[in-house]
T-cell receptor, first 114, second 112 residues
Framework: GAVVSQHPSWVICKSGTSVKIECRSL??????MFWYRQFPKQSLMLMAT?????????EQGVEKDKFLINHASLTLSTLTVTSAHPEDSSFYIC??????????FGPGTRLTVL | DQQVKQNSPSLSVQEGRISILNCDYT??????FLWYKKYPAEGPTFLIS?????DKNEDGRFTVFLNKSAKHLSLHIVPSQPGDSAVYFC???????????FGDGTTLTVKP
């Protein structure tokens, strides 16, 4: 299947700092990318839908000023966790869709906020 | 090496019949498994999960079976409905942080 990468795979930061996570589709173009948050022993929680060239659509309860999403090209979407706090520690997973019927997941980024 | 495999990329069943979606894994450290459903142009949504201490979990028309010795789980949908037509992903979790490893998905088509 197609490959989606995330960078970094693991990041540790101090409380109050901002962290940027990149999601790249390596061998296909993705007009739509999704960002998820994974809590331990729970299912994925969709945070937002990112469409290339337009503003992201955030799910209810997700602070758009806290989680900034930029989908600047057909192969790259970024999620910036601004002023991170320990409760933001989680796994963040992206997925990319080359077409409405396909979706490929990234490996995830583990964020630990001290 | 892919740790979670869904060997059938597609499945077609008649409305009212049973749909069985299969998932195999290789990592014996996985202890929690989830199924997600995805409609076109939407992100996946959580469907049902099972812990490795159980061998069956049922929620309405959906039942997940886990065979740890075979490292195999399956999702049964009975009776299948046209609205169940979607892509189904299985995922496995094996660490305390909750990192999931996903299969490639199986496209289910339920014909009226």
């Amino acid at each position: 299947g197609a490959v989606v990468s995330q960078h970094p795979s693991w990041v540790i930061c101090k409380s109050g700092t901002s962290v940027k996570i990149e999601c790249r589709s390596l061998d296909f173009q993705a007009t739509t990318m999704f960002w998820y948050r994974q809590f331990p022993k729970q299912s994925l929680m969709l945070m937002a839908t990112s469409n290339e060239g337009s503003k992201a659509t955030y799910e209810q309860g997700v602070e758009k000023d806290k989680f900034l999403i930029n989908h600047a090209s057909l192969t790259l979407s970024t999620l910036t966790v601004t002023s991170a706090h320990p409760e933001d520690s989680s796994f963040y997973i992206c997925s990319a869709s080359p077409s409405p019927d396909e979706q490929f997941f990234g490996p995830g980024t583990r964020l630990t906020v001290l | 090496d892919q740790q979670v495999k869904q060997n059938s990329p597609s499945l077609s069943v008649q409305e009212g019949r049973i749909s069985i979606l299969n998932c195999d894994y290789t990592n014996s450290m996985f202890d929690y498994f989830l199924w997600y459903k995805k409609y076109p142009a939407e992100g996946p949504t959580f469907l049902i999960s099972i812990s490795s201490i159980k061998d069956k979990n049922e929620d309405g028309r959906f039942t997940v079976f886990l065979n740890k010795s075979a490292k195999h789980l399956s999702l049964h949908i009975v009776p299948s409905q046209p609205g169940d037509s979607a892509v189904y992903f299985c995922a496995a979790v094996g660490d305390n942080a909750g990192k999931s490893t996903f299969g490639d998905g199986t496209t289910l088509t339920v014909k009226p």
